[in-house]
């Protein structure tokens, strides 16, 4: 269905705290990978659907082990486990010198992602900037979603990493209007004038720039929708400004993505209809006689 990374540059404010957000009010169904190559944090945060911890070994680690003789799309469901809640995840690495061995991977793992038919993936790419591999991961995403707070060295920071994805998206051809966004982690009494506020910069900058970037929206800043995502699900959590702001977020990245895919339908029928477009032929090129100047 569709690939959406999460990710931050200095400070990573609570890219994996979102992203479970996210997860557990996503409108379709929806799998949680963490594809942090400093290492994950679900496995020491979070119980398994039984209230027992998760498998370490059973995840990201399991898959890479298997992903040398190829890697398909339904490979990954065979390393996945469900949080206390229903929500499946792909448990991240553990340590972050376990990446060193899968430098190999991120490329296979964005496009295998992308093309899981029966669900979309939120991925956990934690704080970018250390392992440039992750940019074949990135490059992947219909939707690459940089978090960021709204004070003045977290914006500046940001204004720096959206120049630096859009290079690296460039290079790969990828880069498209709706495919970079920002989720500002806004404090509840300052929440619309914290959005506006990032949004102003990030236009201006992206304007001055030419980068492809909108400020998609916002999360609520909110420790105590933090603590009870930890493990209690539904009930007070459910009411928490937290899951609050990210089902509204959920709902516009939801809506962002058919439309996506509505527009990719279109194209695909207009060159059903037409054909592809064959560019017409160079124009002949004649050497000129002995002796004429060309």
Not at 36 to 53: F, K, M, Q, S, W
């Amino acid at each position: 269905m569709a690939l959406i990374a999460l990710a931050a540059d200095k400070g990573a404010p609570g890219v994996t705290t979102v992203a479970t957000a996210l997860g557990a009010v996503w409108p379709r169904a929806v799998l949680l990978a963490e594809c942090d190559p400093a290492g994950g944090d679900l496995v020491y945060r979070l119980p398994g659907i039984d209230g027992g911890v998760l498998n370490p070994a059973k995840g990201l680690l399991s898959l890479g082990a298997t992903a040398r003789r190829g890697l398909h799309p339904e490979q990954i469901w065979e390393h996945t486990q469900k949080l206390v809640g229903g929500l499946d995840v792909l448990v991240g690495l553990t340590s972050g010198e376990q990446a060193a061995g899968l430098t190999w991977l991120w490329g296979p793992l964005g496009k295998a992602m992308a093309a899981m038919p029966d669900a979309d993936v939120l991925a956990d790419c934690g704080r970018l900037g250390a392992h440039p591999q992750m940019n074949e991961l990135l490059s992947e995403a219909s939707i690459v979603l940089l978090l960021a707070r709204a004070n003045l060295d977290h914006v500046a920071h940001l204004r720096e990493r959206i120049s630096a994805v859009a290079r690296a998206l460039t290079e790969r051809n990828r880069v498209t209007p709706a495919q970079i966004g920002v989720v500002v982690i806004a404090d509840p009494r300052q929440y619309r004038g914290s959005i506006d506020e990032v949004r102003r910069i990030v236009t201006a900058s992206a304007e001055s720039t030419r980068v492809p970037v909108s400020v998609l929206g916002g999360i609520a800043h909110d420790p105590k929708g933090a603590e009870m995502l930890r493990g209690q699900w539904g009930g007070r959590l459910d009411r928490s400004l937290l899951i609050r702001t990210a089902r509204e977020l959920a709902g516009r990245l939801a809506g962002r993505l058919a439309a996506q895919a509505q527009e990719q339908a279109r194209q695909a029928q207009a060159v059903q209809r037409t054909g592809p477009r064959v560019p017409p032929p160079p124009a002949p090129q004649f050497d000129p006689p002995a002796g004429v100047n060309a």
